[in-house]
């Protein structure tokens, strides 16, 4: 899916699942992302710590065949290796300066087209995103979360509204959100909110997904 520019990629990413392969069996994932992308879900990242390549691939590849029927963009936690070998949308990278390959070194492999996200927990880190060619970034934790055991501590709005004033990227939370959150998120300056158990967890994706709208204000 070429052509994300920012408008469109802002769009694409109001109801960001992250389907964690830690949070619920990996070979239930396609089955949950189907229901939630039935539910309203607008992107996808997967993110499998634990796998193999080769299971990560596997995963991957279904994810992104069930997306690209679905229209949404898939995006790959970390592996821009895997990224490029399942055809995916773009990789998601951490934080600058940790391990991860900085977005300047994930957008030479990944190609001009490609979504490049990055992690950042401050203004400084959302401005260095910005300069070395992110797509989007991802602010947070926006709340407690159990998704990610080093997430730090909840950072609330206030790193919000400084990562807004920050970059003009399309700027995502992450982090403890449900869709009672979420309103007050978007008001704050938030394109769009990254879901993991808060949708994956629960008896029913597609319901749960569909809350974001129906409750959180994605649908504004």
Same mark, same amino acid.
């Given at each position: 899916?070429?052509?994300?520019?920012?408008?469109?990629?802002?769009?694409?990413?109001?109801?960001? #699942?992250?389907?964690?392969?830690?949070?619920?069996?990996?070979?239930?994932?396609?089955?949950?992302?189907?229901?939630?992308?039935?539910?309203?879900?607008?992107?996808?990242?997967?993110?499998?710590?634990?796998?193999?390549?080769?299971?990560?691939?596997? #995963?991957?590849?279904?994810?992104?065949?069930?997306?690209?029927?679905?229209?949404?963009?898939?995006?790959?936690?970390?592996?821009?290796?895997?990224?490029?070998?399942?055809?995916?949308?773009?990789?998601?990278?951490?934080?600058?300066?940790?391990?991860?390959?900085?977005?300047?070194?994930?957008?030479?492999?990944?190609?001009?087209?490609?979504?490049?996200?990055?992690?950042?927990?401050?203004?400084?880190?959302?401005?260095?995103?910005?300069?070395?060619?992110?797509?989007?970034?991802?602010?947070?934790?926006?709340?407690?979360?159990?998704?990610?055991?080093?997430?730090?501590?909840?950072?609330?709005?206030?790193?919000?509204?400084?990562?807004?004033?920050?970059?003009?990227?399309?700027?995502?939370?992450?982090?403890?959100?449900?869709?009672?959150?979420?309103?007050?998120?978007?008001?704050?300056?938030?394109?769009?909110?990254?879901?993991?158990?808060?949708?994956?967890?629960?008896?029913?994706?597609?319901?749960?997904?569909?809350?974001?709208?129906?409750?959180?204000?994605?649908?504004?």
């Amino acid at each position: 899916m070429p052509g994300w520019d920012a408008d469109r990629l802002r769009a694409a990413l109001r109801v960001y #699942l992250l389907a964690d392969a830690g949070l619920v069996p990996p070979d239930r994932l396609p089955e949950i992302v189907s229901a939630a992308l039935r539910g309203g879900v607008t992107a996808v990242q997967l993110r499998a710590k634990s796998a193999t390549t080769l299971e990560l691939l596997e #995963l991957a590849r279904n994810l992104n065949a069930i997306c690209r029927e679905a229209g949404v963009p898939f995006i790959v936690n970390d592996r821009i290796d895997v990224a490029l070998a399942a055809e995916a949308d773009g990789a998601h990278v951490g934080h600058i300066g940790e391990e991860d390959l900085s977005p300047h070194d994930a957008r030479r492999l990944l190609g001009s087209d490609a979504i490049v996200g990055v992690s950042v927990g401050t203004p400084q880190e959302a401005h260095m995103a910005t300069s070395q060619g992110a797509s989007y970034v991802s602010a947070g934790p926006m709340f407690a979360t159990s998704t990610k055991a080093n997430a730090g501590p909840a950072a609330g709005e206030n790193l919000l509204r400084g990562v807004r004033a920050a970059t003009g990227l399309p700027l995502v939370v992450i982090g403890g959100i449900t869709p009672q959150r979420s309103a007050a998120l978007f008001a704050a300056g938030a394109d769009g909110v990254c879901v993991g158990a808060a949708i994956i967890r629960g008896p029913d994706p597609e319901a749960a997904a569909r809350a974001f709208f129906e409750v959180g204000g994605a649908g504004t």
